[in-house]
């Protein structure tokens, strides 16, 4: 058995020892447990609410798209630039082993 399938077993059985607990609880302590479970998922949703809202407030927004535009056509000339120097030295290479 590798490490995976050992924690999944151990979930397995975690889940269901869990499930007993909670069941056992419920039927011992009903009032106090509902109350209790309520609390914790209302919880739960709130503050999945408020690290979404954390994220939306603290990421910095995105470029304008023109911004990406100008860029992207500053490297295409760049590029194009270095592809037009590697031809002529390699015409300049050509051209010397031909005077030799």
Do not use: C, H, R
Not at 16 to 32: A, K, N, V
Not at 76 to 94: A, G, R
């Amino acid at each position: 058995m590798n490490k995976d399938q050992a924690v999944g077993a151990l979930l397995l059985v975690g889940g269901i020892i869990g499930i007993i607990i909670y069941g056992w609880l419920l039927i011992t302590y009903p009032l106090i447990m509902l109350q209790l479970t309520a609390f914790i998922a209302v919880a739960a949703v709130g503050l999945i609410i408020a690290w979404i809202g954390y994220t939306l407030a603290t990421t910095p927004p995105p470029k304008p798209m023109e911004e990406i535009e100008k860029e992207l056509e500053e490297e295409l000339k760049t590029l194009e630039e270095e592809e037009k120097e590697e031809k002529e030295s390699e015409t300049e290479k050509k051209e010397e082993k031909g005077e030799k």
